[in-house]
């Protein structure tokens, strides 16, 4: 007997795009979202034949917070040099 593949859920696929209800101290999700693919709102449960992996968009975003960290990094590191100069003037006079 052939077994049928089980499709993955739409939480997880590329296509997806969940809604979220502001609550008092943060968002909380409403299990349904938007399929780009289908082009209709969807239970997060649902699966389909057009499920995409979210790799790509998972290594963007581990991307951009990188460059971010990096950016605050070299802030934190001009603000340490300037008042290290600040303090050696002080200590000059």
């Keep these: 007997m052939k077994e049928e593949q089980k499709c993955k859920q739409c939480l997880y ?6 809604y979220y209800v502001k609550g008092l101290r943060r968002f909380e ?3 349904k979202g938007y399929c780009a693919h289908l082009e209709k709102i969807v239970d997060n449960r649902y699966g389909c034949e057009h499920w995409k992996s979210r790799r790509r ?6 991307k951009v917070a990188s460059r ?3 950016e605050i990094l ?4 001009a603000i340490r040099q300037i008042l290290q100069e600040n303090q ?3 200590k000059n006079l």
């Design 88 to 90: 050696d003037e002080g």
């Design 29 to 31: 999700s409403i299990q």
């Design 74 to 77: 070299m802030d934190i590191s």
């Design 13 to 18: 696929c590329d296509n997806y795009d969940g």
């Design 57 to 62: 968009r998972f290594l963007y975003r581990k």
């Design 68 to 70: 971010a960290l990096y």
